[in-house]
């Protein structure tokens, strides 16, 4: 598992409360992979790192549990919640149709400059692809289709999707992106940029939802079992993972 030295460095500058400063900390650990689904996360390590009181990490897991990325468990503690099937289903019909509502927007009042805009966030798939940097195509994944979400001149729709389909877009792609390679990957992506430049308006949101349902069935298809749990993303009798007992954010933090 990937080491997690410090905060982001845009969130050290702004003033934060000691509540979310520990919830941007978990969030951003589960983004960048360091947590991973069913790992546990121990109150007095993370309150001990960021020189906090217990109280403001409490507050944030139960904000992190609210929002599904966390479940406590009674006597065992808190985990990262874990992918069920039933909630990749759920996050891929909700991305197909948010996002195909963006697309819709954006290619009603499509532009020339805005189709040069899409064309540039695509060119760093690319080249992070030519580089075969998987932290740097993560990064330049979720630049594309924020960039779709912007374009959409659509706040609710862009804000609901930053806000609730991040963390499990980037648990989805962490569990499951390295399983194709970055390649293959860049020119699926370059083929639905076209779909969405090109297809007519008419069926455009049509056709975009069509895209996730296909990516959820290939995602549900080579997804390990261990993986695909309970209906309720966590089962309460194990925090075991492939056989080891689940590290604690301990590891992340020396």
């Known amino acids: 598992m990937a080491k997690m030295n410090s905060m982001p460095q845009d969130s050290v500058r702004r003033r934060l409360t000691a509540t979310e400063r520990v919830e941007e900390y978990i969030r951003h650990a589960i983004y960048r992979g360091a947590l991973k689904p069913r790992e546990r996360v121990i109150e007095e390590n993370v309150a001990k790192y960021l020189k906090c009181s217990r109280g ?124 194709t390679p970055m390649s293959v990957r860049y020119k699926e992506h370059a083929q639905y ?12 949101e049509r056709s975009v939802e069509q895209y996730f349902r296909e990516k959820e069935e290939e995602i549900l298809s080579k997804l390990p079992s261990p993986l695909l749990a309970a209906a309720d993303g966590f089962n309460s009798n194990s925090s075991r993972v492939g056989g080891s007992v689940a590290k604690p954010v301990e590891a992340e933090t020396r």
């Open 56 to 179: 403001p990490v409490r507050e944030a897991f139960l904000r992190l549990e609210r929002d599904g990325l966390v479940v406590t468990v009674a006597r065992r503690g808190t985990f990262i919640r874990d992918i069920s099937r039933e909630s990749i289903e759920v996050v891929f019909e909700m991305r197909g149709k948010l996002e195909a509502l963006c697309v819709r927007h954006l290619r009603e009042h499509l532009t020339d400059e805005m189709e040069a805009t899409l064309r540039e966030a695509l060119r760093k798939l690319k080249s992070a692809a030519a580089k075969n940097d998987e932290e740097e195509f993560y990064a330049a994944d979720m630049n594309f289709h924020q960039t779709i979400w912007r374009l959409s001149h659509r706040a609710i729709l862009e804000n609901t999707l930053i806000t609730i389909m991040n963390p499990f877009i980037f648990m989805l792609a962490r569990a499951y992106s390295t399983q």
């Open 193 to 204: 940029l076209e779909k969405v430049l090109t297809e007519p308006t008419s069926r455009v």
